[in-house]
């Protein structure tokens, strides 16, 4: 699986809306980009993913560059609640579905 | 929204003891891992499940390792003989498909004494 970096920390303004950025500039063409959270020592929570298209759920928005070597996480509105790693992993091909993450990008959202 | 349960969420054991750290996925999944985050570390990946076999192991999961799917709902990870290094916090996680998200319990802290 391709390898990714992500900046060790990031400080966002409550309310405001936080755009966490992840390099993969050697992932291939049948990988996939997952994002997942893990809230203090709670389970990895998973957030968003996609493959070549922006994605929206109701948590965030995945936007995936054309060329799809790099991607931006967007928390559109961020709460104190969204204090978390985050982490932006790179999947696919015969991985089995074994994920394996960095260490992530550190979110501190402050009121 | 249906989720991944483990149980005990806390597990203290004397080194050279057997564990068996419960897992219940979530009830229509087919793929099943365990993970596990050293205190202050990064997770990290021991062994996914499919079809009743592993699919897939770490170097981390060597032979004192093993896992079971006793039953249709229960997903276990035993560990033989524990060490002072297994000290860890160890998830779950379960999805319906390789590229499908997976979706994470909230732990067992396991302490060797």
Redo the contacts between chains.
């Keep these: 699986d391709a390898k990714t970096t992500q900046p060790t920390s990031m400080d966002c303004a409550e309310g405001r809306a936080a755009n966490l950025p992840c390099n993969h500039s050697t992932i291939s063409g049948n990988e ?1 980009v ?1 994002w997942y959270r ?1 809230i203090h ?6 957030i968003i ?1 996609g493959l070549k298209n922006n994605e929206t759920n109701e948590m965030a928005s995945l936007i995936i560059t054309e060329d799809r070597k790099s991607s931006t996480l967007i928390l559109p509105h961020a709460t104190l609640r969204d204090t978390a790693v985050y ?1 932006c992993i790179v ?2 091909g015969t ?9 992530g990008t550190i979110l501190t959202v402050h009121p | 929204e249906p989720e ?1 349960t483990q149980t005990p969420s806390h597990q203290v054991t004397q080194m050279g003891q057997e564990v068996i750290l419960r897992c219940v996925p979530i009830s229509n999944h087919l ?1 099943f ?1 365990w ?1 596990r ?1 050293i205190l202050g570390q ?4 021991l062994v ?1 499940f ?1 079809n009743n076999e592993i ?2 192991k ?1 170097e981390i999961f060597d032979d004192q390792f093993s896992v079971e799917r006793p039953d249709g709902s229960n997903f276990t990870l035993k560990i033989r003989s524990t060490k002072l290094e297994d000290s860890a ?1 160890y ?1 779950c ?1 379960s ?1 319906t498909g ?2 499908q ?7 067992t ?1 396991l302490s060797i004494l």
């Design positions: 996939y997952y893990q020592s709670q389970g990895p929570q998973y993913h982490y999947k696919g991985s089995y579905g074994k994920l394996t993450f960095g260490q | 991944v793929y891992y993970y985050q990064k997770v990290e990946f996914s499919y699919s897939e770490s916090m998830f996680a999805g390789l590229w998200p997976q979706h994470f319990g909230d732990g802290r």
